[in-house]
């Protein structure tokens, strides 16, 4: 069967396609499947798409999707199921936690909750089998009026899946995307990635969460150098630190043999002084960490994540020294956050001095607690699934804080990544300057 994925691009152009499909192509492919991918980008309109999905002439459409890209989708697959009866499945973070939503949409015949491997090989299997949908359920397969599924457990052992597709994931420069693990164990309250540990942990199987093993990552590293350049490694793990014998162990033996520079994604308290210098002698050159909130309250009491300001302060140092370049992710208008402590984050990254940050504005993704919070308290408006998912302004109505209010803290940290920006310059030309600055600028308005 000819499965073909859609990759739908919501407002940027993304240098990385979805993951999901990546993994979920080579495992179609390692049974006799075929797999495709086609990108709809931002200046491909609907009656562009159908006719490319046409021509590919696939017997089943896969749409990742998370819930920013929902909204786009959910107008392409109608259009799609207009002019065709290709069966369309969607899965991904946004399909696992609003399965009804999607379901409601005209053009989706299936959900895919949580992992997919095992679940899109057997609706493949059985839309081939040509039987009548649905005449057997499927673990982890939603149709359309149909009940939520039971959920399969997660794939084991993990080193057997086949490694991801690249094909499917549109990299460029020899730069490539490389996951090692799956879920993460933190409680985040806003954070939709957890939730897949939390979904299986419900579900009272075995946990969701697995690692490959380092002999597995490093054959997988040595196919890609095999197969073109590979200049790059960035990890995509949720918390690539987690457990400190791998970590070392991977450390040894990347560093022996490719010694490629890399970046991973940490959480301050997963990291040490010994870790850091290992990572960078191993060709570490960044690490992403999430600080949210300058208000150790606002850390503990909303977000569920206990390290003290004096941590981050000491993690950005230790990071620095070991010559590793560090981002800081952070996070306003969460709900029950005053306006003192949105500040309070501003002079916290004043005192970080990472070597680069990002700035969102919360937006509750379903599934999350803070979702179920904004649920229950009434802070979500009744239309927020019209509204678009983006981190620049606050679909909330909270009670002591306004979203102009919110705006305008978003707007100061734009501010200060412009200044920053400038400062870092040096002898840029002003005219290259002052482009960089409106293409900030532009791309903080799409948040
Ligand atoms: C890599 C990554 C990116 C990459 C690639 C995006 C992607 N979707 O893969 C880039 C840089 C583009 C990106 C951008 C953004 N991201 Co991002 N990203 C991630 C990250 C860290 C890893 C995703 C991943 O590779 N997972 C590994 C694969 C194997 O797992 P998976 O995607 O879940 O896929 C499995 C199943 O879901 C299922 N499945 C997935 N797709 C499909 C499709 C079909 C047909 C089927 C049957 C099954 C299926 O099968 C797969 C294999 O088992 C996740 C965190 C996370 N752990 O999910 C955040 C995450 C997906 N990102 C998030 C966000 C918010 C963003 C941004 C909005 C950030 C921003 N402010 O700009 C943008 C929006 C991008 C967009 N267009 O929607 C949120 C999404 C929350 C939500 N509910 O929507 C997450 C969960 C982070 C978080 N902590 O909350 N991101
Ligand atoms: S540590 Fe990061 S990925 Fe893990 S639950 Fe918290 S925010 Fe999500």
Redesign the pocket.
């Known amino acids: 069967m000819r499965v073909l994925?859609l990759e739908i691009?919501?407002e940027?152009d993304?240098a990385?396609a979805?993951?999901?499909?990546g993994?979920?192509a080579a495992h179609l492919r390692a049974h006799g499947h075929e797999a495709g991918f086609l990108r709809v980008g931002l200046g491909m309109d609907a009656p562009a798409m159908v006719a490319a999905v046409r021509e590919a002439a696939p017997d089943l459409v896969?749409?990742?999707l998370?819930?920013?890209?929902w909204q786009r989708a959910r107008n392409l697959l109608g259009a799609l199921r207009r002019a065709s009866n290709v069966p369309v499945?969607?899965?991904?973070?946004?399909p696992?936690?609003s399965p009804e939503d999607c379901l409601a949409a005209e053009g989706v015949d299936f959900a895919?909750l949580?992992?997919?491997?095992g679940?899109?090989l057997e609706l493949v299997q059985a839309l081939e089998a040509g039987g009548p949908w649905p005449d057997r359920p499927i673990d982890n397969i939603m149709a359309k009026g149909s009940a939520r599924p039971k959920l399969r457990p997660p794939f084991e052992p993990i080193d057997e899946l086949p490694f991801t597709a690249r094909d499917m994931l549109d990299e460029r420069w020899g730069v490539v995307h490389v996951?090692t693990q799956?879920g993460c164990p933190f409680p985040c309250t806003y954070?939709?990635?957890r939730m897949?540990d939390q979904l299986y942990a419900e579900a009272g199987g075995p946990a969701y969460g697995r690692r490959r093993s380092v002999g597995n990552v490093l054959a997988e590293l040595r196919a890609i150098r095999a197969a073109g350049p590979l200049n790059y490694v960035i990890f995509?793990d949720?918390t690539f630190t987690i457990h400190h014998p791998w970590v070392f162990e991977f450390c040894r033996a990347y560093g022996a043999e490719f010694a490629i520079p890399f970046s991973l994604h940490a959480r301050v308290e997963t990291v040490n002084e010994k870790l850091l210098q290992a990572l960078a002698a191993a060709g570490c050159r960044h690490i992403v960490y999430g600080v949210e909130s300058g208000s150790e309250r606002v850390r503990r009491e909303i977000m569920l994540r206990s390290a003290t300001n004096q941590r981050f302060r000491d993690v950005f140092r230790w990071t620095r020294e070991a010559g590793i370049m560090a981002t800081a992710n952070y996070m306003m208008g969460t709900p029950g956050e005053t306006l003192a402590e949105m500040e309070e984050t501003i002079a916290l990254h004043h005192e970080l001095q990472p070597a680069d940050f990002g700035y969102?504005v919360f937006y509750p993704?379903?599934?999350t607690a803070l979702f179920q919070t904004c649920l229950e308290k009434g802070y979500l408006p009744e239309d927020w699934r019209e509204r678009p998912?983006v981190?620049s302004r606050s679909i909330l109505r909270l009670p002591g804080v306004t979203p102009e209010q919110i705006e305008g803290i978003y707007a100061r940290w734009t501010e200060i990544r412009v200044a920053a920006t400038r400062r870092r310059a040096g002898d840029v030309p002003a005219a290259a300057l002052d482009e960089a600055e409106g293409a900030l600028r532009a791309h903080a308005a799409l948040?």
């Open positions: 994925f691009d919501t940027s993304w990385v979805s993951l999901g499909p993994f979920l896969g749409v990742s998370t819930t920013r890209q499945v969607v899965g991904g973070l946004h696992t936690f895919c949580g992992e997919g491997e679940a899109l996951s799956r954070c939709g990635a897949f995509l949720d969102f993704y379903p599934g998912a981190h948040g």
